[in-house]
């Protein structure tokens, strides 16, 4: 079963930076959209920022614009995601989903990101 893996979750101090990435083996990313979210406890899951890896578009929700960076490697088939400025708000468990109108929803089993104060 196709399924993008996340990594480079962890545990980081207030103002700190993690890199997520989002490796897509056995996709071809140029012909999806690909978008970050994460899931608090007790809340919904809630969409950062996506990224068309054909052309490099971004978009990013209130809450991360300025923090957070979407980017791809079409080569590699990774997307990441760059956050910087953390805070305890954004401990949470991130996922990655792929996504185009022939193949649907792909999502990886996540990465947790703890936040410490």
């Not at 140029?30 to 990224?51: C, M, N, T, V």
């Not at 490697?73 to 996922?95: F, G, H, I, R």
């Not at 929803?105 to 947790?112: E, F, L, M, P, V």
Request: glycine share 12%; proline share 3%.
């Amino acid at each position: 079963e196709l399924q993008p893996v996340e990594s480079g979750g962890g545990l980081v101090q207030t103002g700190g930076s993690l890199r997520l990435s989002c490796a897509a083996s056995g996709f071809t990313i140029d012909d999806y959209h690909i978008g970050w979210f994460r899931q608090a406890p007790g809340k919904e899951r809630e969409g950062l920022s996506w990224i068309s890896a054909r052309d490099g578009s971004t978009y990013y929700a209130d809450s991360v614009k300025g923090r957070f960076t979407i980017s791809s490697d079409n080569a590699k088939n990774t997307v990441y995601l760059q956050m910087n400025s953390l805070s305890p708000e954004d401990t949470a468990v991130y996922y990655c989903n792929l996504w185009n109108a022939q193949s649907g929803d792909y999502w990886g089993q996540g990465t947790r990101v703890t936040v410490s104060s």
